[in-house]
C-alpha cells in the first residue's frame, strides 16, 4: 500500500537482476499500480529487457526517452550541463568516455522500438507512450486520450509510426511538409 509506485528508467544504472535479490527489477508484476519508465531506443536497454519487462507487466510499461538537446541533430559534440556529449551512431557519451549521457532518441521511435521489442500491437505501444504516463501522473482526466473535455493534444502518425502532425490544445503546431491534412482536420 506505501512504497514505490514509479520506476524510473527501469534498468538504466540499476542493480542486475539476482535470484535471491531481484533489487528493483523483482516490483515488475508485483503490484498493478507499479509502473515502469524504459527507455527503448536499444542502446538503455537491451531489446531481449524491455521485451522481459513487458511480458512481466505490459499494463505498467512508460516509454521514455531520455533526449537530451541534441536530439534530431547529426554526429559531433555537445554541451548537457557542463558536460561535453558526443553524439555518434545515435549514442550520446560522455566525451572520451563510454558512460551514457541521456538519449537521442524521439518518442515515435521509442513507439517503434517498443512494439518491434516486444511484439505489442500498435495500440498498446502508443498507450504505453500517452495513456499509461497520463495516469502515472494523476492526467488521465485531461491528458492520454481523446474525448471531449480533454486537452486535444495530440499527433497523427502514418502506418510505420511516424509522426506527420502535431496539434496542441486542438491547433496545428506542425505537419510533415509531405503530408496532406484530412479536410476534417484543417477546417476545410
Same mark, same amino acid.
Given at each position: 500500500?506505501?512504497?514505490?509506485?514509479?520506476?524510473?528508467?527501469?534498468?538504466?544504472?540499476?542493480?542486475?537482476?539476482?535470484?535471491?535479490?531481484?533489487?528493483?527489477?523483482?516490483?515488475?508484476?508485483?503490484?498493478?499500480?507499479? !509502473? !515502469?519508465?524504459?527507455?527503448? +531506443?536499444?542502446?538503455?536497454?537491451?531489446?531481449?529487457?524491455?521485451?522481459?519487462?513487458?511480458?512481466?507487466?505490459?499494463?505498467?510499461?512508460?516509454?521514455?526517452?531520455?533526449?537530451?538537446?541534441?536530439?534530431?541533430?547529426? +554526429?559531433?559534440? !555537445?554541451?548537457?550541463?557542463?558536460?561535453?556529449?558526443?553524439?555518434? +551512431?545515435?549514442?550520446? @557519451?560522455?566525451?572520451?568516455?563510454?558512460?551514457?549521457?541521456?538519449?537521442?532518441?524521439?518518442?515515435?521511435?521509442?513507439?517503434?522500438?517498443?512494439?518491434?521489442?516486444?511484439?505489442?500491437?500498435?495500440?498498446?505501444?502508443?498507450?504505453?507512450?500517452?495513456? @499509461?504516463?497520463?495516469?502515472?501522473?494523476?492526467?488521465?482526466?485531461?491528458?492520454?486520450?481523446?474525448?471531449?473535455?480533454?486537452?486535444?493534444?495530440?499527433?497523427?502518425?502514418?502506418?510505420?509510426?511516424?509522426?506527420?502532425?502535431?496539434?496542441?490544445?486542438?491547433?496545428?503546431?506542425?505537419?510533415?511538409?509531405?503530408?496532406?491534412?484530412?479536410?476534417?482536420?484543417?477546417?476545410?
Amino acid at each position: 500500500e506505501h512504497g514505490a509506485t514509479m520506476v524510473t528508467h527501469m534498468f538504466n544504472a540499476m542493480q542486475s537482476f539476482h535470484h535471491r535479490d531481484p533489487g528493483l527489477v523483482g516490483l515488475l508484476g508485483s503490484r498493478k499500480e507499479t !509502473y !515502469y519508465g524504459i527507455i527503448s +531506443d536499444g542502446i538503455h536497454a537491451h531489446p531481449n529487457s524491455v521485451r522481459i519487462a513487458y511480458r512481466s507487466h505490459p499494463k505498467g510499461a512508460v516509454l521514455v526517452t531520455d533526449a537530451m538537446s541534441a536530439m534530431g541533430l547529426g +554526429d559531433g559534440l !555537445y554541451k548537457l550541463g557542463d558536460q561535453e556529449v558526443r553524439i555518434q +551512431d545515435n549514442r550520446a @557519451t560522455v566525451n572520451n568516455s563510454s558512460t551514457l549521457a541521456g538519449s537521442i532518441a524521439t518518442m515515435d521511435s521509442c513507439v517503434r522500438n517498443f512494439q518491434h521489442f516486444t511484439g505489442c500491437t500498435k495500440v498498446q505501444a502508443i498507450e504505453a507512450a500517452t495513456k @499509461t504516463p497520463a495516469a502515472v501522473l494523476g492526467l488521465s482526466s485531461r491528458k492520454g486520450r481523446l474525448a471531449v473535455g480533454c486537452d486535444a493534444d495530440m499527433i497523427i502518425l502514418d502506418e510505420e509510426l511516424r509522426v506527420k502532425a502535431t496539434f496542441v490544445g486542438g491547433e496545428l503546431a506542425w505537419k510533415a511538409a509531405s503530408f496532406n491534412l484530412p479536410c476534417i482536420l484543417n477546417g476545410n
